[in-house]
């Protein structure tokens, strides 16, 4: 995000996160190493409130971050939130015409389908128009190694998108596009964590006596690169 935003030279920028721990720690770390650029101003969103809320109020409240942007001059935005919130972010601009349209730029840190998706899986076209025009970076995973193919065979012995009928059914597990024979979204990212954890603890890594942060430390700097996918 940080070369993004220097390859275009932007200088003076709003900041918009959600307050877990990724939303928080990766505005945090962006100001860090962007300590040319001027944050306008800055918005953290409390998950716990915004969750609790109505669709139509979380809107609401999006459109009045919104505003408080575009008063403050500010034509750029970053986003470290959660998809559901850029979602009804996105909803805002478009209906309120809150930084809408040619002129505003929104560069987002978590890109995925599910931005411009209701929660039945319809698409939601309201959001898909407010996300015209905006920017970000996707994380990709290898997947044409050998312990990639394998694991992605087993994937499509054991799962189908029935399996997101009930999570609790054990039978099958939850594909969500239905394409068993591929691993989606962030799907590869999740598979390669809990590899490299299961390598990890299976290796050298005692956490017994460990804080959780000297535990987390362990674990990266375990050399798995065979067993990666």
Known sequence: ???LAKHFGWQKIGIIHSDSTWGSQSAAKFKDTYV???VLHEIEI???EFD????ANQVA???N?????DDRNVYVLFLYLEPRVS???YVASYTSGYMSGAGYAYVNGWITESIILNDDGSVNLDAVKGAE???GLMEKVETTSALAQSYVNFWDSSASIQGCASLSDDTSYCDVDGVSNTVAGYGGLFADSILLLAYAFNSTVNCTSLTQDQCSEAVRGVRARSARI
Do not use: H, P, V
């Not at 609790?52 to 669709?55: G, L, Q």
């Not at 971050?65 to 942007?69: I, N, S, Y």
């Open 1 to 3: 995000m940080t070369a």
């Open 36 to 38: 040319e650029a001027e």
């Open 46 to 48: 409390k998950l716990n």
């Open 52 to 55: 609790a809320s109505t669709y």
């Open 61 to 63: 409240n999006c459109s």
């Open 65 to 69: 971050w919104l505003k408080e942007f």
């Open 87 to 89: 979602r009804s972010l």
């Open 133 to 135: 025009g905006s920017i």
